[in-house]
């Protein structure tokens, strides 16, 4: 029985962490889930106040032509504000990741909103060199896949935010993508 076929026997869960995962056709997806109105306003709301800012330096600039001090403040105050949304819009790309199982190969997308920002990697099955269990400072986990890209190493995250309550899926969606990429070691957690 293939690895293909062992897994449209067994049942998979349908979400970990922040990924709704699905068996179709030969490959297993996972895709994380949309960020909230509130992740996704926050940008908008920094660049708002960043044109506020602006706004603001520039009239005073006109009104006072010789006191450079507070139009100078809301000028840094401006910049600030869009180093922070620029920040912010990047955490807000979506993860989006594929094992084609006839293939042997596994994709990683990185959704970015900026039209042509996507960004895609295509890793065969035996350059993975890794699936790793990370614990995060929030008490979160996250499931990492490494491989060997010519001479460097990379990394890159699968899961993300699963929480505490989710360590049996945690631990079979673990062994099923350590399966998968045909790698031997222990269990997370286990030395």
């Known amino acids: 029985m293939s690895f293909a076929d062992a897994l449209v026997e067994s049942r998979i869960p349908s979400r970990i962490g922040d990924v709704r995962l699905r068996y179709d056709e030969g490959r297993l997806m996972g895709e994380s889930l949309p960020p909230s109105m509130g992740q996704r306003l926050a940008p908008e709301l920094c660049l708002l106040l960043a044109a506020a800012c602006g706004v603001g330096s520039l009239s005073l600039l006109v009104v006072a032509p010789s006191h450079y001090g507070l139009p100078a403040a809301l000028g840094l105050a401006a910049a600030a504000f869009i180093g922070y949304a620029l920040r912010l819009e990047a955490r807000l790309g979506r993860r989006r990741f594929a094992l084609h199982f006839r293939t042997e190969v596994l994709r990683l997308e990185r959704l970015a909103w900026a039209p042509g920002a996507t960004r895609t990697q295509a ?4 350059d993975v060199t890794a699936v790793e269990v990370l614990q995060r400072a929030s008490g ?17 995250v699968l899961v993300e935010h699963i929480r505490p309550s989710e360590a049996e899926t945690l631990h079979r969606i673990w062994r099923m993508l350590h399966n998968a990429f045909g790698l031997k070691a222990s269990a997370p957690g286990s030395g």
Do not use: L, M
Request: proline share 5%; charged share 30%.
């Open 140 to 156: 979160h986990y996250a499931i990492t896949v490494s491989w060997k890209a010519g001479e460097q190493a990379r990394r890159e």
């Open 123 to 126: 890793i065969p099955f035996d």
